[in-house]
């Protein structure tokens, strides 16, 4: 189901998700959660996701501190403040993580966009495989929110869920 939904991305006509990303962009600021949050967690997204570059420049250019994720061992993460002086280096994944700054306190993140390959309007999600966010999720308290191109938006039943899965409390997607 995982690798589906990623080829469906992958196969995404360029010019349809971009003008998705701007219209699923606009939503999310318009949301309340962002609105109010002071301290955003934000992904460095891969070529197939969507873009979360605009979301990180609106963010920073409204005064937000963005915070974006570094792996731990044994599946953990932290959160690290992203700024000019960041440097990156390339996780096990073949993402890029910060290799230094702030580490911030979960209770000192407001609002969690949460990445996945698949959301149901519900807020159920599949993930990448590896269980970092659902560790993460497991005792944050603040809010959680993901953006979902309309070839991520599922079904309740497309997958069986899992007791450690972490529902996220609201999914912005273009589909009704």
Do not use: C
């Not at 995982?2 to 949301?31: G, H």
């Not at 002071?38 to 873009?51: G, K, M, P, R, W």
Request: aromatic residues 8%.
């Amino acid at each position: 189901m995982r690798q589906a939904y990623i080829a469906r991305l992958q196969q995404l006509d360029s010019n349809t998700k971009l003008k998705e990303e701007r219209a699923l962009a606009q939503k999310l600021y318009d949301q309340p959660a962002w609105l109010n949050a002071q301290v955003i967690a934000l992904t460095l997204s891969q070529s197939f996701e969507l873009d979360t570059a605009p979301l990180i420049l609106h963010a920073r250019h409204k005064g937000q501190t963005v915070v974006v994720p570094r792996t731990l061992p044994h599946r953990q993460m932290e959160f690290v403040e992203l700024t000019e002086e960041t440097h990156f280096g390339e996780s096990s994944f073949g993402v890029l993580e910060p290799l230094d700054g702030r580490v911030f306190d979960k209770a000192d993140i407001d609002l969690m966009v949460v990445p996945g390959v698949a959301f149901t309007p519900a807020g159920k999600r599949l993930g990448f495989g590896g269980g970092y966010y659902d560790r993460y999720l497991a005792d944050y308290a603040g809010a959680t929110v993901a953006v979902a191109l309309t070839t991520q938006v599922a079904q309740a039943d497309e997958w069986p869920g899992e007791t450690h899965d972490i529902t996220v409390q609201q999914v912005v997607s273009l589909v009704d």
